[in-house]
Antibody, heavy 118, light 107 residues
């Protein structure tokens, strides 16, 4: 059974940093592209970033470029999102997703809430 | 960047009704269009990929059509468990993008 379990969310002050993790199991992690998608409270879904199966290629939404870094540890079956210079508008539930091909979000984690507030 | 426009943003319907949601891309995305269902407090669930491929376990009352810029999601006979928010998403090019969502409510 495919499982994606996010962790690392919490309350952080504006300008602060946070690292999210996503532990993957039930599939061969190093053969799949992975993504982060976020959802602000009461709002719609927004793509944040993606990373190739071997970590050699990454992409970001303009809103997070230069502030967020996606990475993965295929030996640990774990996806990461390092977030810095956080802003109030980064407040959201962050979901880890597995790419089922052509940027299709086939499986989702339960999400982790990041709140940026003083 | 490709903009995805969904309509309507909300609708009220009764059990048994036929419901159609429309999604339009700002430029051609071939058939790289996916549909998701999200219930309150839960992660989204993939219903349909590449415009018309029904995912395993998804009831056959759900169907998707379209290519290029215009797409539809149809629920032929709305069931109580279908009341949720639906999102389209283009997988054609980065930055990837979603429609604004359609909330299907009980009339």
């Amino acid at each position: 059974e495919v499982q994606l379990v996010e962790s690392g969310g919490g309350l952080v002050q504006p300008g602060g940093s946070l690292r999210l993790s996503c532990a993957a199991s039930g599939f061969t992690f190093n053969t799949y592209w992975m993504h982060w998608v976020r959802q602000a409270p009461g709002k719609g879904l927004v793509w944040v970033s993606r990373i190739k199966s071997d970590g050699s290629s990454t992409s970001y939404a303009d809103s997070v470029k230069g502030r967020f870094t996606i990475s993965r540890d295929n030996a640990r079956n774990t996806l990461y999102l390092q977030m810095s210079s956080l802003r109030a508008e980064d407040t959201a539930v962050y979901y880890c997703t597995r790419d089922g091909g052509w940027n299709t979000y086939e499986y989702w984690g339960q999400g982790t809430l990041v709140t940026v507030s003083s | 960047d490709i903009q995805m426009t969904q309509s309507p943003s909300s609708l009220s319907a009764s059990v048994g009704d036929r419901v159609t949601i429309t999604c339009r891309a700002s430029q051609s995305i071939s058939n790289y269009l996916n549909w998701y269902q999200q219930k309150p407090g839960k992660a989204p669930n993939l219903l349909i990929s590449t415009a018309s491929t029904l995912q395993s376990g998804v009831p056959s009352r759900f169907s998707g059509r379209g290519s290029g810029t215009d797409f539809t999601l149809t629920i032929t006979s709305l069931q109580p468990e279908d009341f949720a928010t639906y999102y389209c998403q283009q997988g054609s090019s980065v930055p990837l993008s979603f429609g604004g969502g359609t909330k299907v409510e009980i009339k």
